[in-house]
Every structure is written in structure tokens, then in C-alpha cells.
């Protein structure tokens, strides 16, 4: 699993890289929870998204957000992060020119830059938001929302009420040609402890 080091908008960033079995396999970036609450590429929610697409043939890379970790730059109030999700990306898709799809997952923080950053780059293929912070942060960008996806939360979710979500799995629901997978995993906390197995087999399936 090799470090890797990408140009960001504000300094370099620190990934983590993984190879998938062909040069057409699919690649998923991976976005990690909020830098100033202790959010790191090595969150285990994060871990586990990633072991998942690993699994299932892809070529992964996950990376700290500026000022996290060794990558450089300080907290850019989501503005920031999304740039750095983009440069991430270009580094992906360069290095991997004959991808067959490209997925876009994200945790919590991650979740939602994850889905501004589908808005922006229509190669994007597939999303996976686990816990998307909607009581939190505003998803009204997402109109309407051009790929098919999952959204995974936990029913004892102490951070992000399940009601906030199922609104936005609703107005999600209710567009054309796009499917949003909604589960729900009973007894999962925030960060999924002590379900991180069912999560992973969610994200399998």
C-alpha cells in the first residue's frame, strides 16, 4: 500500500494508494470525516470502505485534507477540502487512464464533499455517503443529482439523526433516472462501532 504525495491547490497531500488487480479496474476515492474533529484517511469507517472496494477488484486511494496528517495547508471550511478531493481525483484518473468507472465515497464530512464533488465531475459514476451530515450541512447543491448511489446510516447515530438523512433520501428519490439504495443499519452508532463487518458487507453487496 504505497504513500503517495499529490499536488493540492494548497501544498502537497498525503495518500495512500492501492493498485487494483488490471489496468481497467474501476477506481473509488475515499474521503475522510471532518479535519478538525479528529478526521483522518485512517478512520476506521474510512478503513473499511476501503478493504470493501478492494474486495471487489478496485483501485482505491484515500488521503488526509490539507493540515491533517503530513498534508499541508490549513481547514478550508469545505471549499478547500473539495479542491483537494479534486486534485485527488486528477491524480486517480491520470494514473489510471483505463478505469473502467469511477466511485466517489465519503464518511460523514467526507460524504458531503464527496457529493459536491460528484456535482462537479460528471465521470463520476457511483457515490456511497455513509452518515451524510445533513443536519449539519447543506445539500440543496444537489439538484439534481446525477448519479445513482448508497447511502448508508445507523439508527442510533448520535451525531446525525436518521430523520435528517431520510429527507434527503426522499427529495433524492424523487428524481428521474437515478436510484438511491437507502440502508439502515441497526444498532450503529456515528462511527458504526461494533458494525463495521455489516457495513462493509452492505457495501460489498
Request: net charge neutral; aromatic share 10%.
Amino acid at each position: 500500500m504505497p504513500d503517495v504525495i499529490i499536488n493540492g491547490a494548497d501544498g502537497r497531500l498525503e495518500g495512500r494508494f492501492v493498485q487494483g488487480p488490471s489496468e481497467r479496474a474501476p477506481i473509488a476515492l475515499l474521503l475522510h470525516p471532518h479535519p478538525q474533529h479528529g478526521g483522518t484517511m485512517h478512520n476506521k469507517v474510512v478503513y473499511t470502505l476501503n478493504q470493501a472496494f478492494l474486495k471487489g477488484g478496485f483501485s482505491t486511494m484515500r488521503f488526509n485534507f490539507r493540515g491533517v496528517g503530513r498534508s499541508q495547508g490549513v481547514y478550508g471550511r469545505g471549499e478547500g477540502e473539495l479542491q483537494d478531493a479534486a486534485s485527488a481525483l486528477d491524480w486517480l484518473q491520470q494514473t489510471n487512464p483505463n478505469a473502467a468507472s469511477c466511485w466517489v465515497a465519503g464518511f460523514s464530512f467526507g460524504a458531503w464533499i464527496g457529493m459536491q464533488l460528484l456535482m462537479r465531475r460528471p465521470e463520476i459514476d457511483r457515490f456511497i455517503a455513509v452518515a451524510p451530515p445533513a443536519n449539519v450541512f447543506d445539500f440543496t447543491f444537489l439538484a439534481p443529482c446525477p448519479s445513482s448511489g448508497l447511502i448508508v446510516q445507523g439508527d442510533k447515530d448520535e451525531v446525525v439523526p436518521e430523520e435528517s438523512v431520510v429527507k434527503l433520501v426522499d427529495k433524492l428519490a424523487k428524481q428521474r433516472d437515478i436510484r438511491v439504495d437507502y440502508r439502515v443499519i441497526k444498532g450503529a452508532n456515528h462511527f458504526f462501532t461494533d458494525r463495521l463487518d455489516k457495513l462493509e458487507t452492505m457495501v460489498n453487496e
